[in-house]
């Protein structure tokens, strides 16, 4: 008998695998920790180490053909042994999975409103829709989700909504023990700070435990009461927070620590950019507003003005060559469509869209697509630009045969560099793998590599690296520095990470609602911010300290 509210021991997960090599790959290799009522544990470690892995394994969600030895103890109970109806019972009422991707657990078929439904209704079929309908709206309140998107889908969300819609669904069933698998990593500073207090909050108030995997050091230091580190599959060290943040035993969390520390240094001689030359990109009074419109029986009978959003609301900067703009703010401040917008994925409702002296609003779909050579982006969401159908070498190839820049064979040698330059090796391995079988933050390195094998000119980054733990994170920017300098790029640089932006960028623009509230050098707007909401941002940012 264990006096721990989950209790896990010896634990090992292998995938299925397609080879018919004889040496077992273990994702998660003797893997113990207890987790007691109320108590929080996160759980840290590079993308691909086994975090995600170790919490699906607790939840039973292994791909069918997948090894698993050793226990898992709910309440004396043996997770691996329950039927088929006490296992749905145990995920969501007693344990709840907060997953990495929103889009894992949300339906595009399916309103948000009909998603909280669903989920009651399968597990307290005793509820009337209204109360039913009462306790969802309030539980989307707790993390910022306001009644009148009720009736929305997932694509009319940014990323950073649909994750709190995400949390809002594990919510609903009061559960023991929530999963968390990266939780906040779309969210800003300010919501994740809430959404957090928010579930340790509940922890305290419930006893309901916490494993928040996580690659946010920072973050696991100011929520949790212990960390565990992974390495490798491998559990490599644990203990209070104290501890391992101000003296780790092993090298792989004292160099985690330093990668961390290291975003947050800050340059005392910061190099200005000249901006002498023309600017690369001119965005004038752009805007782009959304109707929030019901069905045509609705719109008929309803006396309602229609309601619109101003996603972007006359918005106006210049982006010089050479130089890295940081764009920060709130998720759903429109960021994200401000970025697409731009593009031309979305047609404003006006305003103009200057690159290379070229207005972008006014060109064909042709003239468009010959544009976007010099023009690309990496995505919040991996999934956005990787074809689950194709493997990654021809994923990364693919922008290069469209525009016709290379042969089949010249496009081959190009991946395989390419690769290299993002950290998956061996090349020849990981061309052939499709996105499935990769990590999240593998998945985000290989959208990374599609989108700078044209050598564009211009680069617009959504949430690059947030998706990556600190070593990595760090690696892939200072990566992407080195090709900005080889290749004499351009960034706009999208994130909810200050300190990601702070180490990364020249100028930092920052959103709330819609309007960019304040512009200028990255140190000002860290030492000497001017608007309320830039000063609550700030405010809101966890700080890693090595004292």
Not at 509 to 534: C, L, W
Request: aromatic fraction near 6%.
């Amino acid at each position: 008998m264990t006096s721990a509210l989950l209790s896990v021991a010896n634990l090992r997960v292998a995938y299925p695998s397609g080879s018919s090599r004889s040496q077992t790959v273990w994702a998660v290799d003797d893997v113990s920790f207890d987790l007691k009522k109320g108590e929080k544990i996160g759980l840290v470690g590079e993308s691909g180490c086994g975090k995600s892995t170790l919490g699906r394994a607790i939840m039973r969600l292994l791909p069918e053909g997948s090894q698993v030895e050793g226990k898992a103890i709910f309440n004396n109970k043996s997770v691996f042994e329950l039927n088929k109806t006490d296992l749905r019972q145990f995920r969501g009422e007693v344990v709840a999975l907060v997953f990495q991707d929103p889009m894992t657990r949300l339906d595009p078929l399916m309103t948000i409103g009909d998603h909280c439904l669903e989920t009651l209704k399968a597990h307290q079929p005793e509820l009337s829709k209204s109360a039913a309908q009462k306790l969802a709206i309030a539980t989307l309140d707790t993390v910022k989700i306001p009644a009148n998107r009720w009736g929305q889908y997932p694509h009319e969300f940014s990323g950073g909504m649909r994750q709190r819609v995400a949390i809002a669904l594990a919510l609903l069933l009061n559960p023991k023990v929530i999963v968390a698998d990266e939780p906040t990593t779309s969210l800003d500073v300010t919501v994740s700070a809430e959404i957090l207090d928010e579930l340790t909050r509940l922890c305290d108030e419930r006893e309901m435990g916490l494993i928040l995997i996580s690659h946010d050091l920072a973050m696991v230091g100011e929520y949790c009461d212990r960390i565990a580190v992974m390495y490798r599959g491998k559990m490599v060290e644990q203990g209070d927070v104290k501890s391992i943040l101000y003296n780790p035993q092993h090298e792989y969390t004292k160099s985690l620590l330093n990668a961390a520390l290291l975003l947050q240094v800050v340059d005392e001689n910061p190099v200005a950019i000249e901006n002498q030359a023309a600017p690369i990109l001119e965005v004038k009074n752009l805007k782009q507003h959304f109707s929030l419109e019901g069905n045509l029986i609705q719109q008929w009978f309803s006396q309602k003005k229609t309601e619109v959003i101003k996603a972007v609301d006359d918005i106006s900067f210049d982006l010089y060559p050479g130089e890295i703009l940081g764009l920060v703010g709130e998720s759903g401040c429109g960021k994200s469509t401000l970025s697409r917008t731009i593009l031309q994925l979305l047609q404003p409702t006006s305003g103009t869209v200057k690159f290379l002296g070229k207005d972008l609003t006014t060109l064909s779909p042709q003239e468009m697509r010959s544009q976007r050579r010099q023009l690309q982006m990496v995505f919040q969401d991996p999934h956005a630009c990787l074809n689950p159908l194709m493997n990654v070498g021809d994923s990364i190839a693919d922008p290069l045969l469209i525009h016709k820049l290379a042969t089949k064979a010249e496009a081959k040698q190009q991946v395989a560099t390419m690769l290299a330059k993002v950290g998956l090796t061996p090349t020849e391995e990981y061309s052939r793998r499709y996105p499935k079988e990769l990590s999240g933050g593998q998945q985000q390195r290989v959208a990374i590599a599609r989108a700078l094998i044209t050598n564009p000119k211009l680069v617009i980054c959504d949430e690059p690296v947030s998706m990556l733990d600190a070593t990595v994170q760090t690696q892939v920017l200072e990566l992407m520095l080195a090709l900005k300098k080889e290749f004499d790029l351009t960034y706009l640089f999208i994130t909810h990470d200050l300190w990601v932006a702070r180490f990364f960028c020249d100028r930092i623009a920052v959103m709330n609602s819609g309007k960019i509230v304040e512009i200028d050098r990255t140190e000002k707007i860290f030492t000497q911010a001017q608007h309320p909401y830039t000063k609550k941002l700030l405010s809101a940012a966890p700080l890693l300290s090595n004292k």
